[in-house]
């Protein structure tokens, strides 16, 4: 409803300077004060200043209108607190037309704010049947739009609907749009959408999605299935012109792994962990992988302390050792796993450390290399791609400054990565007001930033950070009684416009800034990232103020557990859930048991050599990882797709604190 932007009650409090300054600035523009059509324009294409000048010259229903269209154009031209400002102003008094079009003009707004699901429950005040054709093309777009905050199936339908409306320029966009939609849906849930018995156009899509998943690993049976699908659905849109995503996939060339440069650096202090990367590599080439069943107990099995600690700027998150469970985690249907070893292929590597990036390219090209994997430095990827070789780059690291490439697809174990999948399960579990418990570095400021972008992606706003001090400062905490309030200041939003300041009708005005929030009393998670001391301290002194039966929950990342953790910490960590990657958390116990003992119960080389077999099989799908939208793989590092600039993201497996055990989180 519109008052979850605006309280009008109170509007004539908000506005007067800024929106004077606004119409006295227009009043030059146009003198001829002109009464709009009975109905609202198609389209405010006469620019904000225009409009605002009709506005202050009108009255009554006549004002409205203009004062509409107005904050369309606002809303066009990029200028969004003037928007609200406006849309704070509308009457409340308004006729059914107009009404309308302030829910699809409030619900542009909240877009433009990433508040998705304000923005749906805008759009569930609008009836398509009542609206113009051009208002129905706007309204589609705009359910399409707030995605974030709708089940894949409404934004089908929205696709859908919005095809007979569109020209014929712009229906092949939409019908690719829609393809990239329905290939989000997991392939385990395809077959499980209840739809209506009169969605004939949707049905067709969805069984499009089936015939896709069942053949997608031969390109002669998927063509087949297609043209049989097409026979069977000659009305659907997409049978007339196949989707460009279904196109590719059906004429892809697949990229040769015949020879495979593998980039790392070799000596110096990160060649520990460079090999130990190399050697779950060639251990997949090689096939020599221990397998089991997925395990069917939840035993929990301790292993002693490690102290390895992760190669300065690797691509790897900065995660202690974690305690091993058996968690019987099912693997899913219809997911590519671990790739088959091949022996006939060569791997030859190259040490990044030895020679420049660009040379190494050469050399690796002159020797055959058809596909590279690396390197695993940010400097170094940065440089590799940034050489313009022909060669496909799995690389190993994300850069800073990330850009999409054909030929390139990036994959790391990162702490952004990590904070990404906590928003999606905390989300998940119904979780909308948390705060960020971090260390004040830049670990802590790249934590933030992933886990807010990813929270307002997924419709929620406000995320409320706190500093962590040292262990010494956490025991004066302790024995002062003073506990840890869950409290903070917003992490930067990054839903607002990037402009600081916004000139409307040749006025600048700044863009207002959110106040500053110091405390969370509606706090209901808590995202801790600390090591198992420090955590040892945190939760102790987090319930000291909020009490045991506080329905607060605690999450934290795999920095905070270690082997070896006695049950008093267990114990201690009663609730708590934190993420790892599917080998250390017991979905294949014979490969865990094999690597850990490989490496003296080292976990952080553990994760290296299972980035190492993640490598080898990624490498192996390189051509639908790249060009195939919403490409799945089953990894030990986590349930692997490739996202936005073929950046491989990962899923984690999440575990829980138990009457003194870890066991797996449902």
């Known amino acids: 409803m519109l008052s979850s932007f605006v309280n009008r009650r109170n509007a004539g409090r908000f506005v007067p300077v800024v929106l004077a300054g606004l119409i006295l600035a227009a009043c ?44 369309r154009a606002l809303l066009d031209e990029g200028k969004v607190p003037q928007a609200g400002q406006l849309l704070q102003q509308l009457p409340s008094q308004l006729n059914a037309e107009q009404q309308a079009e302030s829910h699809l003009l409030s619900a542009q707004f909240a877009i433009k704010q990433k508040q998705f699901s304000a923005a749906a429950k805008q759009l569930t005040a609008v009836s398509a049947s009542t609206l113009s054709d051009a208002q129905r093309q706007r309204y589609y777009q705009l359910i399409i739009d707030s995605a974030p905050g709708e089940a894949p199936v409404d934004v089908l339908r929205a696709h859908i609907a919005l095809q007979s409306t569109l020209p014929a320029t712009a229906q092949q966009k939409n019908l690719d749009a829609t393809w990239q939609t329905l290939v989000t849906i997991p392939q385990d849930q395809a077959g499980n959408i209840t739809i209506n018995a009169n969605e004939n156009i ?65 000596t110096g202090p990160g060649a520990v962990f460079s090999k ?27 292993a002693p302390e490690s102290s390895a600690s992760a190669a300065n700027n690797a691509a790897v998150s900065p995660s202690a050792p974690t305690p091993a469970t058996t968690t019987g985690q099912d693997q899913q249907p219809g997911i590519p796993h671990t790739a088959a070893a091949n022996t ?11 020679h420049p990036i660009d040379q190494l390219l050469q050399q690796a090209q002159q020797d055959g290399a058809t596909l590279v994997v690396g390197p695993l430095l940010k400097d170094d990827v940065a440089k590799a791609v940034a050489t313009s070789t022909s060669l496909n780059i799995l690389a190993l690291n994300e850069p800073t400054d990330l850009q999409n490439h054909p030929n390139v697809c990036y994959f790391a174990l990162s702490p952004e990565n990590e904070a990404r999948d906590a928003a999606d399960h905390m989300w998940a579990q119904g979780k909308r007001m948390p705060v960020l418990l971090l260390p004040s570095n830049s670990l802590g400021d790249r934590v933030a930033t992933a886990f807010t972008r990813q929270w307002q992606t997924l419709g929620g706003t406000t995320v409320l950070r706190q500093p962590i001090g040292s262990e010494s400062d956490l025991r004066s905490r302790v024995n002062s009684n003073t506990g840890i309030a869950l409290s903070g200041t917003p992490v930067a939003s990054t839903s607002t416009s990037d402009n600081n300041a916004v000139t409307v009708a040749g006025m600048t005005f700044d863009a207002p800034t959110a106040q500053p929030v110091t405390s969370g009393g509606d706090i209901d998670s808590v995202y801790i990232v600390a090591n198992q001391a420090s955590l040892d301290l945190i939760k102790p002194l987090i319930t000291m103020r909020i009490g045991s039966q506080s329905h607060v929950a605690f999450y934290a990342n795999s920095l905070s557990s270690q082997a070896g953790a006695g049950p008093d910490f267990r114990f201690e960590m009663e609730g708590l859930q934190f993420s790892d990657i599917p080998l250390l958390s017991g979905a294949n116990p014979s490969l865990k048991q094999q690597v850990t003992s490989q490496f003296n119960q080292d976990y952080t080389l553990t994760r290296l050599y299972a980035m190492g077999v993640d490598a080898w099989t990624l490498a192996n799908h390189f051509t639908p990882l790249r060009q195939q939208a919403g490409y799945q793989v089953q990894g030990n590092t986590g349930l692997l797709k490739a996202t936005h600039n073929c950046v491989i993201n990962r899923t984690l497996s999440w575990n829980q604190y138990t009457h003194g055990e870890v066991v797996p989180v449902n």
């Open 202 to 266: 949707l049905q067709g899509w969805l069984d499009l999605l089936g015939v896709y998943y069942q053949n997608r690993g031969n390109q002669d049976t998927l063509k087949s299935a297609v043209k049989d699908w097409q026979t069977r659905y000659p009305d659907n849109p997409a049978s007339k012109t196949l989707p460009a995503g279904l196109a590719q996939v059906m004429n892809l060339s697949v990229a040769s792994t015949s020879t495979i440069a593998l980039l790392l650096p070799l």
């Open 28 to 71: 030059g523009v146009n003198q001829n004060n002109q009464t709009p059509s009975a109905s609202l324009q198609p389209t405010a294409n006469q620019g904000s200043a225009y409009y605002l000048q009709q506005m202050q010259q009108s009255q009554d229903d006549s004002r409205s209108h203009w004062q509409l269209l107005a904050i």
């Open 276 to 302: 130990a990367i190399e050697q779950g590599f060639e251990d997949a080439h090689n096939g020599h992988l221990a397998t089991s069943a997925p395990a069917a107990s939840d035993a929990v099995i301790q």
């Open 344 to 354: 006939a292929a060569q791997i030859k590597v190259y040490d990044t450390n030895g």
